[in-house]
């Protein structure tokens, strides 16, 4: 089984892939187009019978890249007619900057069967370690496989369970100034990496 994903990516990818023997192909991004992720004309040279799904991150980890709408929808196609999966982690949806727009594969009509979407509340309410989210899909056969493991051994702790119900009553405003402060923050390291010579670093 293979899985098609960008590169640089989330380093545990690996680690869990050889676990369960799937092969992930990476498709090396490059500063020289702004970080770019995944182009149809690329799945097409790295694709075959063995490919069950691809692997998307918005905003991408580690790069930071957004997909916009016009990057996703040219994956529908493609998707259908080799019946993949698209695997996507939304795990960072609030955080956009610079007027950027989030926009979620979920909008996008004809892939509900072919959709695996990852999210998780620990990550929108910084409670980095914590691991509660939850998994969405319309393939009602990929849930039923997914629930077998969930049955054998997956929970999250009791502790856990109720800071989340907490955080999920908080107001959406909230984010606005996180969003404000962390845009201070990456404005100030993008200025001072590229003070540094020999290091480039782009904005988007």
Same mark, same amino acid.
């Given at each position: 089984?293979?899985?098609?994903?960008? #590169?640089? $990516?989330? +380093?545990?990818?690996?680690?869990?892939?050889?676990?369960?023997? +799937?092969?992930?192909?990476?498709?090396?991004?490059?500063?020289?187009?702004?970080?770019?992720?995944?182009?149809?004309?690329?799945?097409?040279?790295?694709?075959?019978?063995?490919?069950?799904?691809?692997?998307?991150?918005?905003?991408?980890?580690?790069?930071?890249? *957004?997909?916009?709408?016009?990057?996703?929808?040219?994956?529908?196609?493609?998707?259908?007619?080799?019946?993949?999966?698209?695997? #996507?982690?939304? +795990?960072?949806?609030? $955080?956009?900057?610079?007027?950027?727009?989030?926009?979620?594969?979920?909008?996008?009509?004809?892939?509900?069967?072919? *959709?695996?979407?990852?999210?998780?509340?620990?990550?929108?309410? &910084?409670?980095?370690?914590?691991?509660?989210?939850?998994?969405?899909?319309?393939?009602?056969?990929?849930?039923?496989?997914?629930?077998?493991?969930?049955? +054998?051994? *997956?929970?999250?702790? &009791?502790?856990?369970?109720?800071?989340?119900?907490?955080?999920?009553?908080? &107001?959406?405003?909230?984010f606005k100034e996180v969003?404000?402060?962390?845009?201070?923050?990456?404005?100030?390291?993008?200025?001072?990496?590229?003070?540094?010579?020999?290091?480039?670093?782009?904005? &988007?």
């Amino acid at each position: 089984m293979r899985f098609i994903s960008s #590169e640089p $990516f989330y +380093v545990n990818y690996n680690k869990m892939a050889t676990m369960y023997r +799937v092969k992930i192909v990476p498709v090396t991004s490059t500063i020289e187009e702004n970080f770019a992720l995944l182009s149809i004309d690329t799945l097409k040279k790295k694709i075959n019978p063995l490919t069950k799904a691809i692997l998307i991150c918005k905003s991408d980890t580690p790069i930071g890249y *957004l997909y916009t709408e016009e990057e996703l929808r040219q994956f529908k196609e493609f998707v259908i007619q080799h019946y993949l999966f698209l695997r #996507e982690e939304e +795990v960072y949806q609030e $955080f956009a900057y610079d007027d950027a727009k989030y926009y979620s594969v979920l909008k996008i009509e004809g892939l509900e069967k072919h *959709l695996l979407i990852i999210d998780l509340i620990s990550k929108r309410y &910084s409670m980095y370690g914590d691991w509660m989210g939850c998994i969405t899909s319309k393939n009602q056969e990929l849930i039923s496989c997914i629930l077998k493991f969930v049955q +054998v051994r *997956l929970r999250s702790l &009791s502790l856990v369970q109720i800071a989340t119900e907490v955080t999920v009553d908080t &107001s959406n405003t909230c984010f606005k100034e996180v969003i404000r402060e962390y845009t201070s923050r990456w404005n100030n390291l993008l200025e001072g990496l590229n003070q540094i010579n020999d290091v480039q670093c782009n904005r &988007s």
